[in-house]
């Protein structure tokens, strides 16, 4: 009953910036918290950033101090900021949703992210 389309990727040079977004849709009341996570190839699936509904934020730490999360609640929509892009950013974003109270957790298709130099 959520669906989560994310937006924004692509092929972006090496230390520039890149901002990603997901627009939640459908149930979207049930959503406790949104966050942005990724896989490159051969890699595990790991939390690149997620933001709950009070904008309590967290980062991993491959990111931190060059990436910001926030969100629209007024358009459902969350974003990821990516700033001092490196190689290995280069990977698979998938939008993220756990809903409230149902044991639900929601995935946006996923979108490539590739940095170059």
């Known amino acids: 009953q959520v669906q989560l389309a994310e937006s924004g990727g692509g092929l972006v040079q090496a230390g520039g910036s890149l901002r990603l977004s997901c627009a939640a849709s459908?149930?979207?009341?049930?959503?406790?918290?949104m966050g942005w996570y990724r896989q490159a190839p051969g890699k595990e699936r790991g939390l690149v950033a997620a933001i709950t509904s009070g904008d309590v934020t967290v980062y991993a730490d491959s990111v931190k101090g060059r990436s910001t999360i926030s969100r629209d609640s007024a358009k459902n929509t969350m974003y990821l900021q990516i700033n001092s892009l490196k190689f290995e950013d280069t990977a698979v974003y998938y939008c993220y949703a756990p809903c409230m109270g149902l044991g639900l957790d929601y995935w946006g298709q996923g979108i490539q992210v590739t940095v170059s130099s």
């Open positions: 459908g149930d979207t009341g049930c959503i406790s918290a």
